[in-house]
């Protein structure tokens, strides 16, 4: 069950969610796009993924989400989870993305640098025809030996006259023991 959220923990994430209001009963969140139909699919998508559907009310291109959860009568961690989820779903639609330091930037613009030049990330291992700058790393997971990690060597007895326990026997009396008498 979810842990219903107290006052101070309510209005420490309504902090960290845009244009989000509220309290421990309830928070909510009325946004204008161009294509309402568009965010209420994705937000229907989300809230089914998360199993927690919040109150949608539609006026033209106007909506507003109220969060909280019945079961526990009150704001949990679910509708924190949920509203933030909305607002990126609210920035996708406006076509805009969030980076990783919180700044708002077009879809655009995302993807070149401050300079405005794109960056490229460099790959993460070289091509074969490559090496790495300084260093012949070997590739994952690649075994330094033909045996590493390849489990016990299995050998034939050499003494045919033993009796070596076998996948389905019973337990022999000890191993390379002979059982027959020898005089």
């Not at 993924?49 to 009568?73: C, I, K, Q, V, Y």
């Not at 996708?92 to 030049?117: C, K, N, P, Y």
């Amino acid at each position: 069950m979810a842990t219903l959220l107290d006052d101070r923990l309510v209005t420490d994430a309504l902090h960290g969610l845009q244009e989000w209001s509220g309290g421990t009963d309830r928070i909510s969140r009325t946004v204008t796009v161009d294509d309402p139909d568009a965010l209420l699919a994705a937000v229907a998508e989300a809230a089914d993924s998360l199993d927690h559907h919040p109150e949608t009310a539609r006026d033209g291109n106007a909506l507003t989400f109220t969060l909280w959860t019945h079961s526990a009568g009150g704001v949990t961690e679910l509708d924190i989870a949920l509203a933030s989820r909305i607002d990126d779903l609210v920035l996708i639609t406006q076509h805009l993305v969030r980076d990783a330091t919180g700044h708002v930037h077009s879809v655009d613009d995302a993807a070149t640098g401050t300079s405005g030049e794109t960056v490229t990330a460099a790959p993460a291992y070289p091509a074969e025809d490559e090496t790495a700058p300084g260093a012949n790393p070997p590739l994952m997971n690649e075994p330094v030996s033909p045996r590493q990690d390849a489990g016990a060597i299995v050998v034939p007895d050499a003494e045919p006259g033993s009796i070596e326990p076998q996948p389905g026997n019973a337990p022999a009396p000890g191993m390379h023991e002979r059982t027959d008498s020898v005089e």
